[in-house]
C-alpha cells in the first residue's frame, strides 16, 4: 500500500516535471514563430515591470537601510564602520537585490499569472481560445514570460540602486557617516564579477516565475477552490526555487570568478 | 507516429484552397470505435458515426454520459485512447497542434457556459479571430455587427460580458462561433440553464444558422424539447421567423445519436427514434 502510494506520488512528480519543461519548452520557441504578439509582450511588461515598482523599490529602500543599521554597529567593534557602503552594496547587488525583487515579483506576479490562468481554465475560455484556432501557449505564456525576464532585469537594477540610497540614508542621517565616503567605499569594492553576478540572476529568476505562475494557472482544476489552490502554489514553488537557484548560480559565478 | 499519417495530416497556409475542400469527399465528421477514460475510468467506448457535409445531428443523452467529451474530440482538445477522429478528412486525433489549430479556424465551438473571455468587450469576443488573423478594423466592426445582429444583440458591442444575462452570453458565443463562417459548428448544450423562453430563442438561432448557412453542426443536449424542436421547425427566411414543419414532417438534413452508458445506442433518423423499440430510448424520450 505504502509502495503503491509512494509509486503515484513518484510518476506525479515526475510528469509535473515533464509538463513544466514542455510547457517552457514550447513557449519559448513560440517566440520564433509567428504570429508575434508584440503588443501582448508590452501589456505585460507593463502589468508585471511598471506595476512592480512601488513595490520594489519600498522593499530595496528598507532592506538597504536595515542593512546599514545592522552592520554598522558591527562593523564598529572592528573599527570598519567605515566599510558600511561597501558591505551594502555588495549585498545589495549580488544578493538582496536580485532574490528580494524576485520574491516580490513571485508574490506579485505569479499569483497574479496562476489566478488569471486558472480562472481561464475552469471557465473554459482557454479551451476556447484553443477552439478559435489561437495558440494559449503563444498568445498568453510567451508574452508573460519575455516581459517577465525583461522587466525583472530592469526591476533590479533599480532595486539595487534604492537600496544603496536607502543605506546611505541611514549611514548619514542616523548613523552620521560621511556621505562621500559612503558613496567612494561603495564605487570601489564593485568589480565586473559582482556586476555580472547581480544581473544575471534576474533572468533566471525572471523564467523561474513566469514559467511557475503560467504553468499553475494552465493545469488548474477544480472550480474556484483550485484556482486558489494554484495561486498558493505558484508563489511558494517560484520562492523556493528562486532561493534554490540563487544558491547554486551564486556556486557557479563564484567558481567562474572567483569572487 | 509515422511521417506519412503526419504529412496526410498537414495543412499548407499558403494554399488558398481552404482545408474543407482539400478532401471534398469527406464528410463533416467521422468518429471510427472511439474509445476515450479518465483516472482509469472508461466515459467512450467503442464510438463510431458520422456527420455528413450539411447535415445536423443531435446528440441526446443523461448528463454526464460523455457528450461534451465527443465534441472536445471532435474539435481536436481531447485526444482519443483508442480510435480515429476525422474532420473534413483530416484525422484530429493524429494532427500536430499546429495543423489543429489551422483546421480549427473552419470549426465554431459554442461552449457549455459561453466561455467568453471576461476581459474583452463582446466586439472583441466576436471578433477574436478576425484580430488574429489581422483583418483591418473597419472589416472586424463590419462583421461583427453583422453576427450580432443575426443573434439580435448589435446594441451590446461596447459591453463586457459580465454585464449580460445567461441568455445573452450565449448568443454573443454563438456571434463568436459564427463570424468566420465556419463550415461546422458544434454546440456543447447551448440551452443548459437557461429558462424556457431563452431556450425557444437560442434554438430558433441554431435553427437560423442550419436553414440560412447550411453548415454542418452537432449539438450536444440533454433537452428533449429542444432536439425536437430543431428536427419539426425551420427557418422561413421571408418571414425571418422560425415556423413549425407541417405536421408529420421533420427536417431531413436533422438526425440523432443516443449515448447511454459510455456507448451509442441510436443512431438514426427523427422518425427511427420516435418508433424505437429498445425501451432505454422508449423511457428516455416518454
Known amino acids: 500500500m505504502a509502495l503503491t502510494t509512494l509509486d503515484a506520488a513518484a510518476k506525479r512528480g515526475v510528469t509535473a516535471v515533464q509538463e513544466y519543461s514542455l510547457l517552457s519548452a514550447r513557449a519559448l520557441a513560440n517566440l520564433f514563430r509567428r ?12 502589468m508585471i515591470g511598471v506595476g512592480s515598482l512601488p513595490i520594489v523599490v519600498l522593499t530595496g529602500f528598507f532592506t538597504g537601510g536595515v542593512l546599514a543599521l545592522q552592520s554598522a554597529s558591527t562593523l564598529a567593534q572592528f573599527g570598519a564602520a567605515a566599510v558600511t557602503g561597501q558591505l551594502v552594496s555588495l549585498s545589495m547587488i549580488k544578493e538582496l537585490g536580485p532574490v528580494l525583487t524576485s520574491l516580490m515579483v513571485s508574490g506579485r506576479n505569479a499569483s497574479g499569472m496562476a489566478s488569471e490562468l486558472g480562472s481561464m481554465m475552469v471557465t473554459e475560455q482557454i479551451d476556447a481560445m484553443r477552439a478559435l484556432g489561437t495558440d494559449p501557449l503563444k498568445k498568453l505564456v510567451m508574452p508573460r514570460i519575455v516581459a517577465t525576464v525583461i522587466m525583472m532585469f530592469f526591476l533590479t537594477i533599480v532595486s539595487d540602486a534604492v537600496g544603496i540610497l536607502g543605506g546611505a540614508a541611514c549611514a548619514v ?82 567558481g567562474l570568478f572567483g569572487r | 507516429m509515422a511521417t506519412r499519417e503526419l504529412a496526410a495530416n498537414a495543412i499548407d497556409p499558403e494554399s488558398s484552397t481552404p482545408p474543407t475542400e482539400v478532401h471534398p469527399e469527406a464528410p463533416a465528421v467521422r468518429f471510427e470505435h472511439v474509445t476515450i477514460g479518465f483516472d482509469e475510468k472508461p466515459v467512450l467506448e467503442n464510438i463510431s458515426f458520422e456527420v455528413k457535409r450539411g447535415e445536423t445531428r443531435i446528440l441526446l ?83 461583427v455587427s453583422e453576427a450580432l445582429r443575426f443573434v439580435e444583440l448589435e446594441h451590446t458591442m461596447t459591453k463586457f460580458p459580465s454585464e449580460l444575462s445567461g441568455g445573452m452570453r450565449r448568443r454573443v458565443a454563438i456571434a463568436r462561433a459564427i463570424v468566420t463562417r465556419p463550415a461546422l459548428l458544434l454546440y456543447d448544450s447551448p440551452t443548459g440553464g437557461l429558462d424556457p423562453i431563452t431556450s425557444t430563442t437560442i434554438i430558433e438561432l441554431v435553427i437560423k444558422q442550419r436553414d440560412v448557412s447550411l453548415a454542418s453542426s452537432l449539438l450536444v443536449t440533454h433537452r428533449l424539447q429542444d432536439a425536437f424542436m430543431l428536427a419539426t421547425h425551420r427557418f422561413n427566411k421571408e418571414t425571418n421567423q422560425m415556423e413549425s414543419l407541417p405536421a408529420r414532417q421533420t427536417d431531413p438534413s436533422t ?14 433518423s427523427t422518425h427511427d427514434l420516435v418508433h424505437s423499440d429498445d425501451p432505454f430510448i422508449k423511457g428516455y424520450i416518454s
Open chain 1, 35 to 46: 504570429p508575434f504578439y508584440g503588443a501582448d509582450i508590452i501589456t505585460q511588461a507593463d
Open chain 2, 255 to 268: 438526425s440523432f445519436l443516443i449515448l447511454h452508458q459510455g456507448g451509442l445506442v441510436f443512431d438514426g
Open chain 1, 173 to 254: 542621517f542616523l548613523l552620521g557617516q560621511d556621505s562621500s565616503q559612503y558613496f567612494h567605499t561603495t564605487y570601489q569594492s564593485l568589480h565586473y564579477a559582482d556586476i555580472m553576478q547581480g544581473l544575471v540572476k534576474p533572468i533566471f529568476f525572471g523564467f523561474i516565475i513566469a514559467t511557475i505562475g503560467c504553468y499553475y494557472g494552465m493545469n488548474t482544476r477544480g472550480g474556484t477552490q483550485g484556482v486558489g489552490r494554484s495561486t498558493t502554489q505558484a508563489v511558494v514553488v517560484s520562492s523556493v526555487l528562486i532561493i534554490a537557484t540563487d544558491f547554486v548560480i551564486s556556486r557557479f559565478m563564484i
Open chain 2, 61 to 143: 443523452g443523461p448528463a454526464g454520459v460523455g457528450k461534451s467529451v465527443m465534441l472536445k474530440l471532435a474539435n481536436g482538445l481531447l485526444k482519443p485512447d483508442s480510435g480515429r477522429v476525422f474532420v473534413f478528412g483530416y484525422e484530429v486525433s493524429a494532427m500536430r497542434e499546429e495543423d489543429l489549430f489551422r483546421l480549427r479556424e473552419s470549426i465554431g465551438t459554442v461552449f457549455q457556459e459561453g466561455a467568453l473571455f471576461d476581459s474583452l468587450t463582446v466586439r472583441d469576443n466576436v471578433g477574436f479571430r478576425l484580430t488574429e488573423e489581422h483583418v483591418p478594423d473597419e472589416e472586424i466592426d463590419r462583421r
